[in-house]
């Protein structure tokens, strides 16, 4: 949520929002881009020089633009001119990739953690770092972690058991690059927004589900970010009058019905053994009575939970990540009609996006906010 060790001249705003446009939507015409930013001919000439000087931005090849009448060169980004790390802590490991400047994946590597200490969360992110290549050829490391995250300070981060732990100064100190550290649900939304499967949309949300349950929201092009992200509020959402308790006795609430955890004890309190979540899935399709019932509840609540956020927030998108994605392989018909039935019949369709391809988008979110850091842009 900060920014630190950036040199250089203050960034105005104008040049932020400039930078934005072209990281999202270029190449893109000058045209285009005075018509965004309500700005002359003469400010934006003025505004992409900078950034055309130093590299950043560059000149694409001409094209047809009707609106003047003879061909343009738009904008676009150099995506090799700076490097970033975004790396995604769990409670186990320090999960790490290597990105341009539209945070597409260049290199990854991984390390468990020794401990969960402070030094061995830093030892685990310089061992990733030092995979990828060095700290001395990134611009910046954005670093995401379930939990609150103020200032570069993480506030509470229950998977490692911290509490007021200042994440950001301590990596500076040991690495020596400017450092982002991010609400990990936050840091994937801003990725989603500028890059993924949220681009191009000023309202969407993002729902993860696994290990914990997780929410983010955009909301006229912008991210939300409060003092309560990272508490997992989402997670006692009530959802089922009649399902399991979670750990706060809360009955039927999201953590209860949609947690890998929270599956995998109910599956395996019936068969009297421990099961995995792959295993709860793969008995649920061969149609074994108490995990085709816990799977089936999952889906349906998690329909609701759909549609719950759609109704209050507004939104026609939300975007569906995390390990636990798996549930909902198979039975698209099924959530479907879960999300219907608590929808009014007059509105509109809703778009599901499953991101299924493991730990990489949450190490691209934070790499996303350290590139958003580093142009002065964190927050839009």
Known sequence: MSEAGH???PVTDSARDLAREVLVHG???????????GLSPASLTRLSRTFLDSGILVEGPEVSDGAVGR???PLDVRVDARRFVGIKLTGEAALGVSTDLRADQTGSASSDLASTTLDGVLDAIERVVGALGGPA???????????????GVVD??????????????ALVDRLGIPTTVENDVVALTAAEHWFGAGRGSTDFAVLTIGAGVGYGLV??????????????LLGHFPLDPTGPLCMDGHRGCSTAMLTTGSMCAQVSVALARQVTYDEVLLLAAQDHPVAREV???????????????????????????????????????ELEAAIAADRDPDGGPVRLVVDDSGFVPWARGAAAVAIQSSFGVLGT
């Open 7 to 9: 040199g250089g001249s």
């Open 27 to 37: 190449p893109i015409s000058r045209t285009e881009l005075s018509r965004r930013l």
């Open 295 to 333: 799977v089936g509840s999952a889906v349906r609540s998690l329909g609701r939970l759909i549609a719950a956020i759609t109704n209050i927030a507004l939104v026609s998108t939300v975007v569906l990540a995390g390990e636990g994605v798996g549930l909902v392989e198979g039975r698209a018909a």
């Open 156 to 169: 509470r981060a229950p998977f490692l058991g911290w509490r007021d732990v200042d994440l950001r100064s």
């Open 137 to 151: 050829g990134f611009d910046g490391i954005g670093v995401s972690l379930g939990g609150n995250v103020s200032d």
């Open 219 to 232: 909301v006229n092009d912008h991210v939300v970010r409060t003092a309560d992200v990272g508490f997992g």
């Open 71 to 73: 061909p343009v060169k």
